[in-house]
Structure formats: structure tokens, C-alpha cells
């Protein structure tokens, strides 16, 4: 894992990129890349790039980036790591292709050399990727399937300009700041800025298992490469309704991208919470015969986030050399400002502060690599909130909204506000249903449309549209209305063209898929864990499995009442029954112990939003102060975003 920036004139002649512009972007993202750096400036072509390594594969300076082809016509900078690099080298040294070095990087050049564009199409890992070709001056952005590495990206004053951090972009003097308001509006539903759109305007990230296009004649299209659709045969249709088949084809699946992603020329740890995903990570890392290094993090004051004892007890069964840390809400708190610092954008996600310590844990230890359990709650249905919506979609929520009149639906709203006065998420079930709405609209939200109506943007004019040119080449069709239920409907839109019947446990996977896991849980991963520059894999989301469990029935995913049915039937016999059913805790921090008792957040929280109450443009102004504290993490990491931007 490394970080890269750059840029490409796409219609500005009097661009000369310039080495002490690029030497900038890559100070910004030293810690993703702390072994060795290097620029390329090419004036005829007026690209620039800038990298800066974190050693994985092949440690020697052979690995280093930005790597040419052998003939120079062909040059890459790269995040991430190929997983079936060893596979793909071996086809194309059959091709007649030498390489000169381990690096997973060279893969990538002879796999475009062999096969174009589509030759990127069969890589399977984590990565985002920048290449140009100097014979056919065709420029490429490429993020991974599932969006596990980031990248970013604008188009401005004739020039697109590209980094793995936003951070970087500003060093480039043709890049100016500007709060994009419509998204931070959606910002505070879902708790992120959702793909394309960032805080700022006119800087996108590419959506997940997107590629941006730049050719010969200047011209730039968008392609969405890669979906976890995928169409079955009535025989294959047939098998999923097994749970013998569904179990035995999960373990294999997670046994070989396990071992997949033990691939480095460094140690490989894992973080280890005691729960079901992270012991399950461990028992089959263990199966490899690696010794295996495991990391823990606990809270001084929230005995309800120690899962210390559990993880002890993992580590015991399966040898392994165990780390613990406990920190406070001083070491939150001390660490908060890097950690929006880090961010570049607010991502409300408390988990940053443990994960940043936990990779600091495994770094002080010796450890480049961790394997972590993003992804298993998105694809087993791990969270009690999934199955209670799925007990109101069961009980009639979309039916219902076909044959009851929209009259007769707003007078039951109207007769229901009492019955939900007090409850934001009542309300907000009424509201949808009433507005046929969809139900679902994330594992995670913080405020609801009613809400933010009472904020700023309600006074500009809450239905004014927000055009962008370059978003619709993107992603035509997606209205920038403030209303959050525009993102929600986009992404449904395009599941119900390639899967006419999804049912409702689908439709649920595919918007987390698109929206909340690569934008909020997986940036946050990335994010923290190059923070200490470390890399973290994520086993649970390799794509093979993704769309297996994309056709899983949904009586198997929830079934006799319990949340993540089949992945405990593949613990069985790997770990004890202690650990498989225990009660879920999740990986979270005390935010509402803080936020109520604390000795430093309540003071910050007070503090910054009464410095934002000042401003008469201030975009908080009439937020609910009484939330909870998922709704005053959201202000507070917004507020002190803003205060370090502006």
C-alpha cells in the first residue's frame, strides 16, 4: 500500500508540471508511504506523478514507482496490492513477458501491455491505479471493485489532478477550496459524503469499481467496470436454496481469500476483537501455518466496548504472539484533531479513533500488514438494525405503499406524530413510508430529512438544483436534489435494471455495497491505517465471495432469529460456541460515556459549536441540539473539519 498524485493537461498548453508541485502533493502522503519517494515529470506529455512507497512486495529499490514498461511507453503508479499477481505472472511469462522484479506492480504493466484496458479488468485485490500510455496517449484512473483504496480526483482550469489524498490535490496552485453545500447535506444522513461528490467542489472521488478515461483527443468518459450483479442459471439458482452448499462453498471461498491475502514480503497480523469475525479471521490465518501476531484495543471508560477477555481467549486456541492497548478518553481526545486531519473530509464514524490505535499497535510491533473484518456484517447480515427492518418490510411496508392512496397515507402520518413525537427513527419510518420513500437507506444515518429541513439550506430553497456536468458523464441520473432520498433511489434504479427482483435482503446488500461500506467503513479503514502507515486487507470482501452472497436466499441470511446464520455455521468446529453466539458488542468507542461525563468532549463540543454559531453563514446553526451521540459526533466532526479548512 502506497499513496500517488498527479496531473495531465487535458486542455491548458501553458501547463510545465513542475517537480517542486509534485515533491508537495507528495510530502501531503508521506505516511502512506514512508520507505521512499520519487516524482516524473514529463514535459511533451505534461503529465506529472508523484509516489511515495510503503514496502510490500519485493522490499528492493526494483519494486519502486512510478514504474515504466520496458520499452518506456507505458508508465504506473499504484495503491494496493494484486492478490493473484503470482497467478497472472505466470500466464504472462507464458507470453513471453520477463520480469525483472516481485513487485505486483510490473503485473500491472504487462497485463495492460498484453490485453489493454481489459488486462486491468482481471486483477483481483485492492487498488487504485494511474496509468498513461505514451504510444496511444490514453490516461487511466482505476478503483478497485469494491472501493477499498481511494482515489480522488478534479477537473479544472484545463487540468485533471489526482491523488490518493485529498490533502495533496491543494498543493497544485490551480486548486482552490470551496465547501460544496449538497454534500454536506447528505453528509449528515450518511454520515459521509456519498461517491462521486466530496465536501469540496469540483473534487469527486471515483466510485467504486469505477475507471475514468482520458484519450488521445483530450476526451474524458467514465466507465462502472465492475458490479456484484451477476446472473445465475436456474440450476445454479437451485443450489443456493441449500444451506449445505451455501456453507460449504462460504468456507472455501473464505479459506482461499484468507490465504490470498497473506501474500507479502513482510509479517502479516490481525486485528482481534474476541467476536465472531475477527476470530474466524484468526482461525483460518492459522490454518496457513504463519505465526500470527494479533492486536486488541480497549477503553479505559467504556467496559462496554473491552472485549479484551474474548480476544485473549481466541489468541490462546490458536498460539498467537497477542498485543493489548487500553486508551482514554485523553488519548481520544489528543488525538483528534489528527485524526480530521487525516480524514481530509468528515467521516462521523467514531471507530477511527480505535483503529487508528490498533494500527499504531500493530506498527510499534513490527507489522506492515493486518488483515481486518470490514465487510462481514454488510454480507452475512450481522446487525440487529438489518433485521428489524427486515421484519418491517415483512409486515407490509412496500406493499402497503403501492395500494394505500398518497391522501389516505399523509392522514395516517398526521394521526401517527404523536404516537412517534420523541423518535427520530419512528418518525423517520413514517415519513418514507408516507412519502414512498424507500425503507432502507443505510446501516448507519444520522439526521433525517424533517431535521434537516430546520438547517440552512431549507432557507436557500430546499428543492433548488445542483447541476454538475462532469458528475453526469459520471453517474447520468443522479439528481443533486437536497432530499438524500435522490442517492437512495439512484443506486435502486440501477439495481432494478440488472436485477429485476432483487428481494428485499438484496436490495439492502447492494446500497451498503455502493454507498456506506467503500465510502464510510472502508475509507475509514484506509484511512487510519496508513495513518500508521500499515496496511490493512480485508478478507471478507473479496469479490468472489461478495457475489456469492449477493445470491444467498433470504431465509438463509436471517434464520431462526439470528443475525449472521451461515457464517456460524461456518465457525463450527473452528472456534468454541462461546464466542460464535455470544452477544455482538462491535467495534465502536464510548462516545455517549463522553459526550455525558467526560472531562474533554462535552467542553469541545460546546466550544466549537458556539464558535459556529457566530457565523451567520454557518451550516449548523439550527441543528438538533439534543441528539445523541451518533448525531453530536456528526456536528462535532463537521464543525471541526470546517474550522481546519476555512
Request: overall charge neutral; some cysteine; charged content about 20%.
Given at each position: ?187 449528515l444522513t450518511f454520515m459521509v459524503s456519498p461517491a462521486p461528490l466530496t465536501m469540496f467542489k469540483g473534487v469527486y472521488k471515483l466510485p467504486a469499481g469505477f475507471l475514468l478515461h482520458l484519450d488521445a483527443h483530450k476526451n474524458i468518459r467514465f466507465e462502472e ?166 421484519l418491517l418490510h415483512d409486515a407490509g411496508y412496500g406493499w402497503s405503499q403501492k395500494i394505500v392512496p398518497n391522501p389516505l397515507k399523509k392522514m395516517v402520518a398526521a394521526l401517527a406524530k404523536p404516537l412517534v413525537h420523541g423518535s427520530s427513527a419512528r418518525q ?219
Amino acid at each position: 500500500m502506497c499513496g500517488f498524485a498527479g496531473f495531465i493537461a487535458v486542455d491548458n498548453p501553458s501547463l510545465r508540471p513542475e517537480e517542486s508541485v509534485l515533491q508537495a502533493m507528495q510530502q501531503m502522503m508521506v505516511h502512506r508511504g514512508p520507505d521512499a519517494q520519487r516524482v516524473l515529470v514529463d514535459q511533451e506529455h505534461q503529465l506529472g506523478l508523484a509516489f511515495a512507497r510503503l514496502s510490500i512486495l519485493d522490499l528492493s529499490d526494483a519494486g519502486m514507482q512510478p514504474m515504466w514498461s520496458f520499452d518506456r511507453s507505458v508508465v504506473v503508479c499504484f495503491n494496493g496490492e494484486i492478490y493473484n499477481h503470482p497467478a497472472l505472472r505466470k500466464e504472462l511469462e507464458s507470453l513471453g513477458f520477463v520480469y525483472t522484479c516481485g513487485a505486483d506492480t510490473q503485473t500491472i504493466i504487462f497485463a495492460y501491455q498484453a490485453w489493454g484496458i481489459e488486462g486491468l479488468k482481471k486483477l483481483d485485490g485492492m487498488f487504485a491505479i494511474a496509468l498513461y500510455d505514451f504510444k496511444q496517449r490514453h490516461f487511466y484512473l482505476m478503483r478497485d471493485r469494491l472501493g477499498v483504496k481511494p482515489l480522488y480526483f478534479s477537473y479544472g482550469q484545463g487540468i485533471l489532478t489526482f491523488a490518493s489524498e485529498i490533502k495533496a490535490l491543494w498543493q497544485a496552485p490551480w486548486m482552490k477550496k470551496e465547501i460544496s453545500d449538497v454534500a454536506a447535506y447528505h453528509y449528515l444522513t450518511f454520515m459521509v459524503s456519498p461517491a462521486p461528490l466530496t465536501m469540496f467542489k469540483g473534487v469527486y472521488k471515483l466510485p467504486a469499481g469505477f475507471l475514468l478515461h482520458l484519450d488521445a483527443h483530450k476526451n474524458i468518459r467514465f466507465e462502472e467496470w465492475y458490479s456484484p450483479v451477476t446472473s445465475l442459471t436456474a440450476a445454479e439458482k437451485k443450489e443456493y436454496d441449500s444451506e449445505d452448499f451455501c456453507v460449504e462453498r462460504i468456507t472455501q471461498l473464505l479459506i482461499e481469500s484468507t490465504k490470498k491475502r497473506m501474500l507479502a514480503d513482510v509479517p502479516v497480523g490481525a486485528f482481534l476483537s474476541g467476536g465472531v469475525d475477527s476470530s474466524l479471521n484468526v482461525a483460518l490465518m492459522a490454518q496457513t501455518g504463519a505465526r500470527i501476531k494479533t492486536f486488541n484495543v480497549a477503553f479505559a471508560d467504556g467496559a462496554e466496548h473491552n472485549e479484551a477477555h474474548w480476544a485473549r481467549m481466541v489468541a490462546q486456541q490458536f498460539s498467537t504472539e497477542h498485543h493489548e492497548l487500553i486508551i482514554s478518553e485523553q488519548d481520544a481526545f489528543d488525538f483528534y484533531p489528527r485524526m480530521i486531519e487525516h480524514l481530509d473530509e468528515p467521516l462521523a464514524d467514531c471507530v477511527c479513533i480505535p483503529f487508528y490505535f490498533v494500527s499504531k499497535l500493530a506498527r510499534d510491533a513490527g507489522v506492515k500488514v493486518v488483515q481486518v473484518g470490514e465487510g462481514a456484517d454488510e454480507l452475512f447480515f450481522g446487525y440487529p438494525l438489518y433485521a428489524q427492518y427486515k421484519l418491517l418490510h415483512d409486515a407490509g411496508y412496500g406493499w402497503s405503499q403501492k395500494i394505500v392512496p398518497n391522501p389516505l397515507k399523509k392522514m395516517v402520518a398526521a394521526l401517527a406524530k404523536p404516537l412517534v413525537h420523541g423518535s427520530s427513527a419512528r418518525q423517520q419510518i413514517v415519513d418514507h413510508w408516507a412519502g414512498n420513500k424507500h425503507l432502507f437507506w443505510g446501516g448507519a444515518l444520522a439526521f433525517n430529512e424533517r431535521q434537516k429541513k430546520h438547517m440552512f439550506w431549507y432557507d436557500r430553497g430546499y428543492h433548488d438544483i445542483v447541476g454538475d456536468a462532469l458528475l453526469q458523464k459520471m453517474m447520468p441520473g443522479l439528481s443533486l436534489l437536497y432530499d438524500s432520498s435522490m442517492i437512495v433511489d439512484f443506486h435502486m434504479q440501477a439495481l432494478r435494471q440488472r436485477m429485476p427482483h432483487a428481494d428485499f435482503c438484496q436490495q439492502m446488500l447492494y446500497l451498503e455495497l455502493k454507498q456506506r461500506l467503500p465510502e464510510l467503513l472502508l475509507m475509514r479503514a484506509d484511512k487510519m491505517s496508513m495513518a500508521a502507515s500499515i496496511e490493512a486487507r480485508e478478507p471478507f470482501l473479496d469479490h468472489k465471495l461478495v457475489e456469492f452472497m449477493f445470491h444467498v436466499p433470504a431465509k438463509l441470511r436471517y434464520k431462526h432469529g439470528t443475525t449472521k446464520y451461515l457464517l456460524k455455521q461456518v465457525c463450527h468446529g473452528l472456534l468454541p460456541r462461546e464466542i460464535i453466539y455470544r452477544r455482538k458488542v462491535g467495534f465502536g468507542a464510548p462516545t455517549s460515556a463522553w459526550f455525558e461525563r467526560g472531562s474533554f468532549f462535552p467542553a469541545y463540543f460546546n466550544g466549537v459549536q458556539q464558535a459556529h454559531e457566530q457565523s451567520s453563514n454557518d451550516v449548523m446553526v439550527s441543528a438538533n441540539r439534543s441528539g445523541g451521540a451518533v448525531q453530536k459526533w456528526t456536528l462535532q466532526t463537521m464543525w471541526a473539519w470546517k474550522t481546519k479548512e476555512l
